[in-house]
């Protein structure tokens, strides 16, 4: 029996809640041009839902499962498309960070009174998602890399 | 001493529960000061005047200020966690003896 572990019921618990906290976590974000919360608050949810899992089962057993080579290149993958949908602000329209889609019938369709429509936005909800993606990355791999190491010292 | 404490705790809470009392309703005609900000919306022709929603298309103006107005905030602060993170990771990095 592993050390690390903690018992079957919190297991039982923690395998159930972590889709759970997952999906929320992708609401927060995917909404963040609508309701409260946006990609920085999305992304720290679903980074709970990782430290929930090692506390629950272990850093090592985690660390097998996703490794922090993935997190990290989720990381980055979510800081490149900010930077390229921000540079596009300059050749597709006039300046960094540009919001050209507004107005375009894919993303930026502009809200009515009253209602939200999820393509509304323009490239907000992409930034969201790339920050959302960043965090998530970040701050698990984060956690995995601190609970490993802790784990580490006390040997 | 405690007594002030009590007293101003209650007072607080007091006024917490008597301005969630006073709020408009979600979604109810917004006030001036939002009109100013999130825009003017006119009724009779279905589109916002000005304003932020006209501006940016989103719902959110707290979003629209945070990826919008001020992106390059939010790059500065992407930028911030990267270095914290790249920090750590050196500094935890698994070394291979062998």
């Given at each position: 029996?592993?050390?690390?572990?903690?018992?079957?019921?919190?297991?039982?618990?923690?395998?159930?809640?972590?889709?759970?906290?997952?999906?929320?976590?992708?609401?927060?974000?995917?909404?963040?041009?609508?309701?409260?919360?946006?990609?920085?608050?999305?992304?720290?949810?679903?980074?709970?839902?990782?430290?929930?899992?090692?506390?629950?089962?272990?850093?090592?057993?985690?660390?097998?499962?996703?490794?922090?080579?993935?997190?990290?290149?989720?990381?980055?993958?979510?800081?490149?498309?900010?930077?390229?949908?921000?540079?596009?602000?300059?050749?597709?329209?006039?300046?960094?960070?540009?919001?050209?889609?507004?107005?375009?019938?894919?993303?930026?369709?502009?809200?009515?009174?009253?209602?939200?429509?999820?393509?509304?936005?323009?490239?907000?909800?992409?930034?969201?998602?790339?920050?959302?993606?960043?965090?998530?990355?970040?701050?698990?791999?984060?956690?995995?890399?601190?609970?490993?190491?802790?784990?580490?010292?006390?040997? | 001493?405690?007594?002030?404490?009590?007293?101003?705790?209650?007072v607080?809470f007091i006024f917490?529960f008597y301005?969630?009392?006073?709020?408009?309703?979600?979604?109810?005609?917004?006030?001036?000061?939002?009109?100013?900000?999130?825009?003017?919306?006119?009724?009779?022709?279905?589109?916002?005047?000005?304003?932020?929603?006209?501006?940016?298309?989103?719902?959110?103006?707290?979003?629209?200020?945070?990826?919008?107005?001020?992106?390059?905030?939010?790059?500065?602060?992407?930028?911030?966690?990267?270095?914290?993170?790249?920090?750590?990771?050196?500094?935890?990095?698994?070394?291979?003896?062998?």
């Open positions: 029996m592993n050390e690390e572990r903690m018992s079957v019921i919190v297991q039982t618990i923690a395998s159930i809640l972590f889709p759970i906290i997952l999906i929320f976590s992708f609401y927060i974000i995917m909404h963040g041009h609508l309701t409260p919360g946006g990609g920085f608050q999305g992304g720290a949810v679903g980074a709970s839902a990782v430290a929930l899992l090692i506390v629950a089962f272990g850093a090592r057993y985690v660390e097998n499962k996703m490794r922090e080579e993935n997190l990290s290149a989720f990381e980055s993958v979510g800081g490149l498309v900010f930077v390229i949908v921000s540079i596009l602000g300059i050749f597709v329209a006039t300046t960094f960070l540009t919001n050209f889609l507004v107005g375009e019938p894919l993303f930026g369709i502009i809200p009515k009174w009253g209602v939200s429509p999820l393509n509304s936005g323009g490239v907000l909800p992409i930034l969201n998602i790339a920050v959302g993606m960043k965090v998530i990355g970040g701050l698990a791999s984060v956690v995995l890399m601190l609970a490993i190491a802790s784990k580490e010292g006390e040997k | 001493m405690k007594k002030i404490f009590f007293i101003a705790f209650v607080f917490m301005s969630a009392y006073e709020i408009r309703d979600f979604g109810n005609p917004p006030s001036q000061m939002d009109d100013r900000i999130i825009g003017k919306y006119n009724s009779t022709t279905g589109e916002w005047e000005y304003g932020a929603v006209n501006e940016t298309g989103a719902n959110n103006a707290v979003t629209s200020v945070v990826f919008d107005y001020r992106g390059y905030d939010t790059l500065g602060e992407a930028t911030v966690l990267f270095t914290a993170i790249a920090g750590v990771m050196m500094l935890f990095r698994r070394v291979k003896n062998e």
